[in-house]
């Protein structure tokens, strides 16, 4: 994936889920931890550690988060920055969408989403600066 280190392989929508908590969470992160910020099952129910516990191994496997034993537990670290990812998948899904075009996906983001005075106010001010700088964006990743 774009920006993405190369060893990294594709996760599922589940596994993504279990991404986000690991990165909502302060690493290094216990399992349980990283429980608190998963959302709750379709049915209501919490995740249970099993499920976490595999779905941990998987993205360890997959080369998304590394772990460490400290005493008596395991402990998790995102491979990759949250930002990193996101860029990346905003960028596949803007080749997909958009074949590519920045613009052409600015403009439908902007003219479809909803985006309130503000927010649009702040997107200009960042496009500004980002031309002012004239300067390819870092994807510097302090875990990888």
Not at 55 to 72: A, C, D, H, M, T
């Amino acid at each position: 994936m774009y920006g993405l280190p190369e060893r990294l392989q594709k996760i599922s929508a589940a596994e993504e889920q279990v991404m986000l908590a690991v990165w909502a969470a302060a690493p290094p992160a216990t399992r349980a931890e990283i429980a608190r910020h998963l959302p709750r099952q379709s049915s209501g129910a919490p995740w249970a550690p099993s499920t976490i516990l595999n779905f941990l191994y998987r993205l360890e496997k997959k080369g998304w988060v590394k772990s460490e034993r400290v005493q008596n537990r395991n402990v998790y670290i995102p491979a990759v920055t949250r930002r990193a990812y996101g860029v990346a998948v905003m960028r596949e899904r803007m080749d997909t969408l958009f074949a590519g075009s920045v613009p052409e996906a600015v403009a439908a983001l902007v003219s479809e989403a909803g985006a309130s005075q503000s927010q649009l106010e702040k997107a200009r001010t960042i496009l500004s600066d980002k031309i002012a700088a004239g300067e390819e964006y870092d994807l510097y990743d302090p875990y990888g």
